[in-house]
Structures are given as C-alpha cells and as structure tokens.
C-alpha cells in the first residue's frame, strides 16, 4: 500500500491481500498512514469508499444538529422510505407521468461537484484557524516545513519562533514572512536575492453551515471556505420534491443576503448568482410556491416552478420550445377555480383555449397560476374544420371553417387580402375529398374580388387548400432596397409600392451609435443626363438642425429622424448608405501585467499615447521588476523595445501604444539559459558584464558539429547573430534573462567532402590575394 498514485480498487485489493477489511475506511487510512501515503491521497480513497457503501454502518452516516458537525467528505446519502425526499425517478413524477424539472440532478453526486479540503486558493486568501501551510525556502539554504495554525492564530516555525498568522491575505503574509526570516537568512533580502521563499495552503479551515426547510437532510455540516451553494447542496441530496429550486436563501446573521434561482445553473449553466459562503451560514429551502406543467408538442415535457410575474412565454424557454408539428392557432389549460368562485363543488376546474401564434410573436402574454396544466396539440389531434391558403397573401395559414369564413372570398379577406404582386388571372383550389381524393378547381380571383355574387366565389369545404400565384407578367419579380452602413442589421430588403426611407430603416432594425445623422445618401438607378454617369446619387438630410448633424446617436434623436426619413420615397434597386460618424470612436484598450503596481487593463486616452505614460498610469514598476526584459506584443507579433533606457531617458526608445497591445515586465531572472548543441543544457547565473564566451564556458563548452552563428535573444525579444569564427568574430555583453542558443549543423554529405588538395589549392588562393590586398595598400601609403 506505499505505492503511490493506485486507484480505490487497487488499495482495496492490497488490503484484502494484507487481512484488512477493504470496506472499512478507519482501517485502510490507520494502515495507509503508517506505510507513507499521502494524506491527499488517502482523503480521495475515503470519499470514493464511502460514496460506493451507501448505507453502510461504519460510522460514514449524517449527523444533524444534536450532535458534532460533519465534515463534507463524510456525507452520505443513506436509503430512505419517504417518497417525497429522495428525487429519482419514480419519486419525482406526477399521477400524469410527467417529471419535476430539475430534482434528479441531486440522486446522484458527480464527483466534480464534491467539496474538496485542499486544492489551490488566490493570493487574496485570508488565512486563519485549522489552516494548513507549507513554507518552502530554496536556493542558498534550503528546508520545507508543514505548519498548521493554532486556534489562536500562530504558527511555529522552528529555529524562528512564533508567528502571528491569521487574519492576513496569503499574498501580505509572504512578505511578512519574507521579512521575519531575513533577519535569520539575509539572503532573502539581498538584490539580487539568493534565498528565495514561498508560502502555500495545503488543507483549508472548515465552515459551519446549516442547511434547512425542504431538504431530504437538515442539519448543521462542515465544508471548506471554498465550497458554493451548488456543492453544498448536492452534499446533502438536494432539496425534497415539495422544496423550491427558484428560490435558495442564504440567511446571515438573521437577514437574507441572497436569493439563488437554480434554474439559471440548469436551463442555462450559468452560476453567476453564486455567493460566496461565510461560518455559520443559514441555507434555507422554502416549499415550492407556484407548479405548472406542460405537456404535448414541447421539447422538454415537465413540471415546473413558476416566479408570480412568469408567463406563458417564459414556461415555454424553461420547456426548450414548441415542436415544429405543434399546432399553431390553439394550445389549452387546465386550470383550478378558487374555492370561492366554484358554483359547483365538484367541478374546480375549467378548460381554457388561447391562440399559440400570438404568444410565439410576442403579441399576447398568457399569464399562468398555481397547479396550471398546459397541452400543446400536434397537428393531426386538431378537428379538420378548417381551410388553408398559401401563396401571395398577407397572412397565409390555416383558418378555421366558420360563418364568418364561407366562401373563397372570406378566406382571401380573413388573410389579411392579397398581395400587390399577386397574379389575378387563376387561382388553383384543392379539394379532399372523404375517399381521400384530391379534385383541383381553377378559380378567377379577378372575378371574385369585383363580384362577390361571382360564380367563381365558390363555397369551401373542410381541408380545402387555395393556392395565390406570383404575378411574374405584370410586376417585377423580387423588387428590392440595399441599405448598407450604421445600421444594425445592414443589407437587401424587399421593396414594396410607397416604401419610404424611415420604412427601410425601420426593417433594418435602426441605427447603431457609430451613425452619422446629419444626412443619407443614396443611389438610384435611373436615366442620367450625362452618358457617361451610371447612377444618381442623392442626399436626404435626416436632421434638420444644423448644430445637431455631428451628434453621436442616441435614442432622442430616432423619432425625429425617423419622421424626416418617411418624406423621401423609394424605388426599386436604390441603394441607401448611412455613413459612419468620423468623430466617433470606440474606446480601446491595452493591458499591462507582471511587475507594476496596479497590473490591469486601460483605455488609451489619445490617438498618440506613449508607452512611457502608460506605464506610469500604472503606477510604475515595482522593486522587483526587471525593466530591460519589457515584452510589448501586437497581436501575434513582437515589437522590440528597450523599457529601461527609456524610463533612463532615452526618448529615442519611445513607442506609440495601439488598441489590443500586451504588455509585459518580468520579474528579475538573475539567471540565463544556454541551450542547443552545449555540454550542458541550462540555466546559468548571471554576473553583469559579462560576455557570451563565458556563459559557453559554464555550460561546458560547444560541441564540435556546431554551426558557424550562435543565437544570442537578450532580455527584450531582440534575436542576433553572433559570429564565432573567422576574422569577425564577435563577443558580445549579455543581459540578465538573456538566451544563448548554440545550433546544430547538419555534416555534409560524403559525396561533397573536399578532398585534401583542393582544400589547399582554396587556400593558397585566398592567401594569394590576401597578400595581395596587404602590398597594394602599403604602396598607396607610401
């Protein structure tokens, strides 16, 4: 069992080898400890353990209030005979069959939610009481301690004494710490330093929360600090069928802070409700106020919870829609009649319909109450009296077979007449027949309109279809406007008789804030008076007072452009531009991170704003950072720039900040990496001025098959070439965080290996005119 990284099973396997009951938690973590398993990894033994013995009775049940308060691993979801508390399957429906939406996400606890004891924590972590901490010193002197603090808030550290911990963020402590153990370490204090040191949590202090009203377990339990209401809720089985999911409170100190809806977490898996949770916090579960259940063509048939200010329109979001076969002009609910307003005892409820198409458009709301049953029918469920039209009408659809719909001409009335570019000449009825038969009337709707006593208005029957053609002959077909620019939805609309501008507009859902509103402009396609012109542009001014043209857009000026807009009428195939405001501007941003005092996100305040104010917006640097290792990146480049000559005064290294910059000052590395084709490979501590031959020399020397150039990137980003060989050899100065890259050369192939004479022959040649060169010189100055 002192192997590490096995799984549950495995340990239990090497405990049942062993003679140990595999089952039982006490003795595998006794065994574990003394044989050196990690505490970590034992905690993830026991939680995997007891969440497979469900209903064990090792000592892993609940415990409530009247006794000591557990801790979040030992949660255990026991069995129990009350249908109403535990959500599963069978428990979480109604007599209709329909399920409770959202409770059978609590019959089971995936892991991932489970709360852990350790795990990483911000610097911002305000240590206290039960903390476990780990100080780590390396470097010059090296020692790891593990330090738990007190109930009065200390912590011992040998050979220092007692240190006063709790109530500091971890980040403060570290320096605090840094500090207290300078005076026995100097190295930590020294610059550059030689002792480095580190301050970690390792296991978290509990909190106590209790967990009440309509919830399978109430009681009081201990989890960590980190723990959300999600987790906890889930440690303890989730809320009862009768517990309300929209309305989680958290109760402190005797007030509510919160009210958490879970439907956010299921229907949209979001959690932006969640609240952090302090010691001795109330999380209460009042019973469910308002159920509502939907059934029939929807996507997620449920029961649902229902706030008193949700409708209809909100019940079908929570359901995921209506199915695409559900029909449109009826869905029905079933709804309880108060006590006081039955007139018969033995009917207390009524049947109501509504119209679906108007709460699918937004044109009605349907306002919903307590024990609602809502169907949406299909299609075929609905009586066949009805007719259909389709075509080149205003309002094609289904229509019912009434008194007030007759004839063909009813029908053509009730959808709302036809359209302009409707063809008058024919219409085609079709008619079903009992035998399922189809017989096809051809109709003059010319006729109809003039005359209503027309033969051709011929009477309908149930499931009658009339077809209005497009009229291809007289009209053109697919008139169209472009409108292009500011607005918020930009491009072809179809034109119709008497469109205006304000029309188009209106259908291109307005302006955006970056529009120009002094004026619109507009191309039209019409016959010109030079030959060489191909359209002609005009200009409609859409403001009218003068000192308002160059305003930015807001919403006080939409009716009055709008009303300057409808005198300008349109024509087919103009193009509308509404051009953007050249003084308006975006704000834009760019980030600085690493070694400043206020490391965030800023708005550039100038079209010319320069790298050195930015960073002095940002407080300056710290004591820590490391100015000549500054990287500035654009987009997915680099830009090479030298942030310590500049802020030495150099102006000659200033920089023109731009939107989507990234800026970043490293800490002091005091160290430089040499790589590639060296002994060996890795950092090495720098020493001011010194040059590249020595970095080489630390890390043993080049090997023989190394290329000509080395690769020096200093501290900044900026890349040289340095040369090794030959009369140009260079020995440059490098920087603290430097990189030295020794690269590799390919051997040449043996078929082009230069024999020994004519490796001589180049070489007396170049020597030749080498001496040359010298005796030439010498003459011309002499």
């Given at each position: 069992m002192s192997r590490r990284n096995l799984t549950l099973s495995q340990a239990q396997e090497l405990a049942r080898q062993a003679g140990i009951n595999p089952n039982d938690p006490d003795q595998i973590a006794r065994v574990a400890r003394a044989r050196g398993v990690s505490e970590e990894q034992i905690q993830e033994w026991l939680i995997d353990l007891r969440l497979n013995n469900r209903g064990d009775t090792s000592g892993t049940g609940l415990e409530d209030l009247s006794g000591n308060l557990t801790s979040?691993?030992?949660?255990?979801?026991?069995?129990?005979?009350?249908?109403?508390?535990?959500?599963?399957?069978?428990?979480?429906?109604?007599?209709?069959?329909?399920?409770?939406?959202?409770?059978?996400?609590?019959?089971?606890?995936?892991?991932?939610?489970?709360?852990?004891?350790?795990?990483?924590?911000?610097?911002?972590?305000?240590?206290?009481?039960?903390?476990?901490?780990?100080?780590?010193?390396?470097?010059?002197?090296?020692?790891?301690?593990?330090?738990?603090?007190?109930?009065?808030?200390?912590?011992?550290?040998?050979?220092?004494?007692?240190?006063?911990?709790?109530?500091?963020?971890?980040?403060?402590?570290?320096?605090?710490?840094?500090?207290?153990?300078?005076?026995?370490?100097?190295?930590l204090l020294k610059d550059p330093p030689t002792i480095f040191i580190d301050l970690t949590v390792t296991r978290l202090r509990p909190i106590q929360l209790f967990v009440l009203g309509e919830v399978k377990n109430p009681g009081g339990?201990?989890?960590?600090?980190?723990?959300?209401?999600?987790?906890?809720?889930?440690?303890?089985?989730?809320?009862?069928?009768?517990?309300?999911?929209?309305?989680?409170?958290?109760?402190?100190?005797?007030?509510?802070?919160?009210?958490?809806?879970?439907?956010?977490?299921?229907?949209?898996?979001?959690?932006?409700?969640?609240?952090?949770?302090?010691?001795?916090?109330?999380?209460?579960?009042?019973?469910?106020?308002?159920?509502?259940?939907?059934?029939?063509?929807?996507?997620?048939?449920?029961?649902?919870?229902?706030?008193?200010d949700e409708g209809l329109s909100q019940l079908i979001e929570f359901a995921g829609g209506v199915k695409s076969e559900a029909y449109g002009d009826r869905f029905q609910i079933s709804r309880v009649i108060p006590i006081e307003q039955r007139e018969d005892p033995s009917f207390a409820r009524q049947i109501i319909d509504y119209p679906l198409k108007e709460v699918l458009s937004g044109e009605r709301e349907v306002k919903l109450f307590d024990q609602d049953k809502v169907r949406m029918f299909k299609i075929s469920e609905v009586s066949d009296d009805y007719v259909q039209i389709a075509g080149l009408v205003n309002q094609p659809g289904i229509y019912e077979l009434s008194e007030k719909i007759r004839t063909i001409r009813d029908l053509i009335l009730a959808a709302d007449s036809l359209r302009d570019d409707a063809f008058l000449g024919r219409a085609i009825l079709t008619r079903t027949n009992d035998d399922s038969t189809t017989t096809v009337f051809s109709v003059d709707l010319q006729a109809i309109i003039e005359n209503e006593g027309s033969s051709q208005n011929i009477t309908l029957q149930k499931r009658d279809q009339l077809q209005v053609f497009r009229n291809t002959v007289e009209l053109i077909d697919q008139r169209y406007v472009n409108i292009t620019g500011e607005v918020s939805k930009p491009g072809r609309y179809k034109y119709s008789e008497n469109m205006s501008l304000e029309d188009l507009i209106l259908k291109a859902g307005g302006f955006t804030e970056a529009a120009y509103i002094g004026d619109a402009e507009i191309t039209r396609t019409e016959k010109t008076t030079s030959k060489n012109m191909l359209t002609s542009k005009l200009t409609h001014e859409l403001t009218s007072d003068s000192e308002k043209k160059d305003d930015f857009y807001s919403v006080e000026h939409f009716w009055p452009i709008l009303d300057n807009a409808k005198t300008f009428d349109l024509q087919h195939r103009d193009q509308v531009y509404i051009r953007r405001n050249p003084r308006f501007n975006e704000q834009r941003f760019i980030s600085i991170e690493g070694e400043v005092e206020f490391a965030g996100t800023y708005t550039i305040l100038s079209e010319n704003e320069r790298l050195s104010t930015v960073i002095e917006r940002a407080g300056g640097l710290t004591r820590e950072a490391y100015a000549a290792g500054?990287?500035?990146?654009?987009?997915?480049?680099?830009?090479?720039?030298?942030?310590?000559?500049?802020?030495?005064?150099?102006?000659?290294?200033?920089?023109?900040?731009?939107?989507?910059?990234?800026?970043?000052?490293?800490?002091?590395?005091n160290t430089v990496l040499v790589t590639g084709n060296v002994a060996l490979d890795g950092f090495i501590k720098f020493k001011p001025d010194e040059r590249l031959t020595y970095y080489l020399d630390q890390a043993g020397?080049?090997?023989?098959?190394?290329?000509?150039?080395?690769?020096?990137?200093?501290?900044?980003?900026?890349?040289?070439?340095?040369?090794?060989?030959?009369?140009?050899?260079?020995?440059?100065?490098?920087?603290?965080?430097?990189?030295?890259?020794?690269?590799?050369?390919?051997?040449?192939?043996?078929?082009?290996?230069?024999?020994?004479?004519?490796?001589?022959?180049?070489?007396?040649?170049?020597?030749?005119?080498?001496?040359?060169?010298?005796?030439?010189?010498?003459?011309?100055?002499?």
């Amino acid at each position: 069992m002192s192997r590490r990284n096995l799984t549950l099973s495995q340990a239990q396997e090497l405990a049942r080898q062993a003679g140990i009951n595999p089952n039982d938690p006490d003795q595998i973590a006794r065994v574990a400890r003394a044989r050196g398993v990690s505490e970590e990894q034992i905690q993830e033994w026991l939680i995997d353990l007891r969440l497979n013995n469900r209903g064990d009775t090792s000592g892993t049940g609940l415990e409530d209030l009247s006794g000591n308060l557990t801790s979040s691993d030992d949660i255990i979801l026991s069995a129990s005979t009350d249908q109403d508390s535990v959500p599963n399957t069978t428990t979480s429906k109604d007599t209709s069959g329909l399920e409770y939406f959202g409770y059978n996400i609590f019959s089971d606890t995936p892991d991932p939610f489970k709360p852990r004891t350790v795990g990483p924590v911000g610097d911002g972590y305000v240590v206290g009481p039960e903390d476990q901490l780990r100080l780590t010193v390396w470097g010059a002197t090296e020692f790891q301690y593990e330090l738990q603090v007190d109930v009065e808030g200390r912590i011992l550290i040998p050979n220092i004494g007692m240190v006063t911990v709790a109530g500091q963020r971890l980040s403060n402590l570290r320096e605090s710490l840094k500090v207290r153990l300078g005076k026995s370490y100097s190295g930590l204090l020294k610059d550059p330093p030689t002792i480095f040191i580190d301050l970690t949590v390792t296991r978290l202090r509990p909190i106590q929360l209790f967990v009440l009203g309509e919830v399978k377990n109430p009681g009081g339990y201990s989890f960590t600090h980190n723990s959300t209401i999600f987790n906890v809720l889930y440690g303890v089985g989730g809320p009862k069928i009768s517990g309300s999911l929209r309305d989680v409170r958290i109760i402190r100190e005797g007030k509510q802070v919160a009210s958490i809806d879970l439907y956010e977490l299921l229907l949209n898996g979001t959690d932006n409700q969640n609240i952090p949770l302090l010691n001795n916090d109330r999380i209460f579960i009042p019973p469910r106020e308002s159920t509502v259940s939907v059934q029939g063509q929807i996507r997620r048939p449920a029961i649902y919870e229902m706030k008193p200010d949700e409708g209809l329109s909100q019940l079908i979001e929570f359901a995921g829609g209506v199915k695409s076969e559900a029909y449109g002009d009826r869905f029905q609910i079933s709804r309880v009649i108060p006590i006081e307003q039955r007139e018969d005892p033995s009917f207390a409820r009524q049947i109501i319909d509504y119209p679906l198409k108007e709460v699918l458009s937004g044109e009605r709301e349907v306002k919903l109450f307590d024990q609602d049953k809502v169907r949406m029918f299909k299609i075929s469920e609905v009586s066949d009296d009805y007719v259909q039209i389709a075509g080149l009408v205003n309002q094609p659809g289904i229509y019912e077979l009434s008194e007030k719909i007759r004839t063909i001409r009813d029908l053509i009335l009730a959808a709302d007449s036809l359209r302009d570019d409707a063809f008058l000449g024919r219409a085609i009825l079709t008619r079903t027949n009992d035998d399922s038969t189809t017989t096809v009337f051809s109709v003059d709707l010319q006729a109809i309109i003039e005359n209503e006593g027309s033969s051709q208005n011929i009477t309908l029957q149930k499931r009658d279809q009339l077809q209005v053609f497009r009229n291809t002959v007289e009209l053109i077909d697919q008139r169209y406007v472009n409108i292009t620019g500011e607005v918020s939805k930009p491009g072809r609309y179809k034109y119709s008789e008497n469109m205006s501008l304000e029309d188009l507009i209106l259908k291109a859902g307005g302006f955006t804030e970056a529009a120009y509103i002094g004026d619109a402009e507009i191309t039209r396609t019409e016959k010109t008076t030079s030959k060489n012109m191909l359209t002609s542009k005009l200009t409609h001014e859409l403001t009218s007072d003068s000192e308002k043209k160059d305003d930015f857009y807001s919403v006080e000026h939409f009716w009055p452009i709008l009303d300057n807009a409808k005198t300008f009428d349109l024509q087919h195939r103009d193009q509308v531009y509404i051009r953007r405001n050249p003084r308006f501007n975006e704000q834009r941003f760019i980030s600085i991170e690493g070694e400043v005092e206020f490391a965030g996100t800023y708005t550039i305040l100038s079209e010319n704003e320069r790298l050195s104010t930015v960073i002095e917006r940002a407080g300056g640097l710290t004591r820590e950072a490391y100015a000549a290792g500054a990287r500035l990146f654009r987009g997915d480049r680099e830009v090479i720039i030298n942030l310590r000559e500049l802020l030495q005064g150099d102006r000659t290294q200033e920089i023109f900040v731009k939107s989507g910059d990234s800026i970043w000052v490293p800490q002091i590395p005091n160290t430089v990496l040499v790589t590639g084709n060296v002994a060996l490979d890795g950092f090495i501590k720098f020493k001011p001025d010194e040059r590249l031959t020595y970095y080489l020399d630390q890390a043993g020397g080049m090997q023989q098959d190394s290329y000509k150039y080395v690769q020096l990137t200093q501290a900044n980003g900026a890349i040289y070439q340095v040369r090794r060989k030959g009369w140009f050899k260079q020995n440059p100065k490098v920087e603290d965080g430097a990189r030295i890259n020794v690269i590799y050369e390919l051997p040449e192939p043996e078929s082009e290996k230069q024999s020994a004479g004519e490796i001589l022959q180049k070489s007396v040649a170049t020597l030749t005119s080498a001496l040359t060169i010298i005796i030439l010189a010498e003459r011309a100055f002499n």
